[in-house]
């Protein structure tokens, strides 16, 4: 779609200075892209999948743990040996010493599970899920920040237009004043003068209450404190805001929403293969050393040492769990299945989202251009109007209603402006293209 070649300058003034200079759109973006608390947040999610990435991997290296005991025994068991055995009566032993020390060290090493190899291989889409991720927070705050910074622009042209509007009827109400001390002019024509000048006014307070409400929303979006300050550019070309858009290039799989889903799925579907590995054998591996002290007294329990060592094999068949895997496995299948619906679901959502913000940016277009046109009207009307009023051959009420439709018609430039900047916003939004928008800024 053809773009109209349009550049407004928009001036913003502002008595706190942020770092000794105004800062550009694109410097409010990076900004917010390396100091908003929200992208720490997401880059420690990034090391946390790595630091699960190790976890997982961690089940298929040996593991090796140390133990040792001491034991006194105060009283030691006794075996009874029944009579006829060894002796005519029942014989009473008690073995072992009273001290006895066991250091072990062993080693385990897992041969095969199945459930183990499935839960490495989740690492890779849980990375990529954490990654993308993060670049979704990352057009989250350069959404945020584009929208606050332009909402404090529009309103500080608006300001700029009250204010031109103000100094206005201020000069016409002082002459109004004069030529009513002198009889010239009646009392009801300076009242109507006075109540279209304090209307201005009254706009143009709303307006700087508007702007710096604006002004602390920008703030939050880059991560600032409300208590630091800030100074944005006077001026704001859209016309690099506003880029060709054309439905055609429309590509749902290149949204990170998409990408996610999609992770999620893959995911999902490990997570289905591990829990039928669940049913299949385990096999692992051990080593163990170690050695005995004993001892009837204290200072001579670690006198003598025996040492041993063993090797083995440990296989695990799981036979009937009560139905706890069987469980398990259908469970996975079901949000399996869930996941696969609302991925179809969202990437019809997505695809309506941006249908209807192209749609809406190309009426923004329109009614940017058709209102520009009003706008140049209204103000010739206003300016010939005035003239003659100067003159004598026009009447006030010719002159407040040029106003008013003057004022109507650059309060409608404004607002579809300000739409036109917002529509853009969603569009780049809905393609998912908002970091190479921010880039080329």
């Known amino acids: 779609m053809r773009i109209y070649s349009l550049c407004i300058g928009f001036l913003l003034f502002t008595t706190q200075v942020y770092a000794q200079q105004k800062l550009t759109l694109k410097e409010c973006i990076a900004f917010s892209l390396q100091n908003h608390l929200s992208n720490k947040v997401y880059l420690n999610n990034v090391e946390i999948a790595n630091q699960q990435g190790r976890e997982a991997l961690a089940g298929y290296l040996p ?162 404190t409300l208590q630091e300050s800030l100074s944005i550019n006077d001026s704001l070309d859209y016309a690099k805001l506003i880029p060709d858009s054309d439905a055609s290039q429309f590509d749902v799989t290149q949204l990170y929403a998409y990408k996610i889903n999609a992770e999620k799925i893959h995911l999902q579907e490990i997570d289905v293969k591990r829990k039928q590995s669940a049913f299949l054998p385990t096999l692992s591996g051990y080593a163990r050393y170690g050695a005995q002290a004993y001892g009837a007294e204290f200072n001579t329990a670690f006198d003598r040492w025996f040492d041993y060592s063993t090797i083995g094999l440990r296989l695990n068949v799981p036979i009937f ?69 100067q003159k004598g051959s026009a009447t006030l009420t010719d002159l407040l209603n040029a106003e008013y439709s003057l004022k109507e018609a650059q309060n409608n430039y404004i607002t579809s402006t300000l739409n036109l900047l917002s529509s853009t916003l969603n569009n780049e939004k809905a393609k998912g293209t908002l970091i190479p928008f921010a880039t080329k800024l």
């Open 321 to 389: 769990s009560g139905f706890r895997r069987d469980s398990q496995l259908k469970q996975s299948k079901l949000t399996l299945d869930n996941a696969k619906q609302n991925f179809i679901i969202n990437n019809n959502t997505m695809q309506l989202q941006y249908m209807n913000a192209n749609t809406q940016l190309k009426k923004s277009y329109n009614d940017v251009a058709n209102n520009k046109e009003n706008l140049e009207l209204a103000q010739e009307v206003f300016d010939i109007t005035n003239l003659e009023y």
């Open 63 to 224: 593991q090796v743990a140390g133990t040792a005991t001491f034991d006194y025994n105060i009283k030691r068991q006794t075996t009874i040996i029944p009579a006829g055995a060894f002796s005519p009566t029942e014989t009473r032993l008690q073995f072992g010493q009273p001290f006895l020390t066991t250091p072990v060290i062993q080693l385990d090493q897992v041969l095969y599970d199945q459930s183990l190899l499935y839960g490495i291989k989740a690492n890779g889409p849980n990375k990529e899920i954490s990654a993308l991720s993060l670049k979704q927070n990352q057009e989250t705050l350069i959404y945020n920040t584009s929208a606050a910074y332009i909402e404090t622009v529009i309103y500080s042209e608006r300001i700029r237009i009250l204010t031109i509007n103000e100094n206005k009827y201020k000069d016409l109400l002082a002459i109004k004043k004069l030529q009513f001390e002198k009889g010239v002019a009646t009392q009801v024509e300076y009242n109507r003068i006075l109540v279209t000048y304090k209307n201005i006014t009254a706009e143009k307070t709303l307006a700087e209450t508007n702007k710096e409400l604006a002004l602390n929303k920008l703030k939050d979006a880059m991560g600032m």
